[in-house]
């Protein structure tokens, strides 16, 4: 039978590996990169930023940013018609703390 302390290091390593699925596309981890950089950004700001290989379809950042959004490392906020982005401090700092713990 598992233990209560068995059971959060379960819960943990799945949070972990929702996390590092989101970030396992270059494009995610630039677009996370930009949003960290940049809180209050809206699609189209991180659409004229991606470099050059990086995904230049609107739609495309959109499908980035919902997974990024689902994993819990962005969150966003409506600013009358823009969707504005920030990086969730929390999450990214669970993140560390837990690769470090790793180490």
Known sequence: MATAYQH???QDDRR???LC???SHPARVQILRYVMRNPGC???QILLHMPDDGPHA???ISQHLRVLREAGLIDA???GAAVCHYANADTLAWLRAYLE???
Request: proline share 0%.
């Open 8 to 10: 959060a290091l379960e």
């Open 16 to 18: 972990l590996a929702l």
């Open 21 to 23: 699925k989101a970030l």
């Open 42 to 44: 809206i699609g189209n």
């Open 58 to 60: 609107q739609s495309t």
């Open 77 to 79: 906020y409506d600013d």
């Open 101 to 103: 713990q790793l180490s």
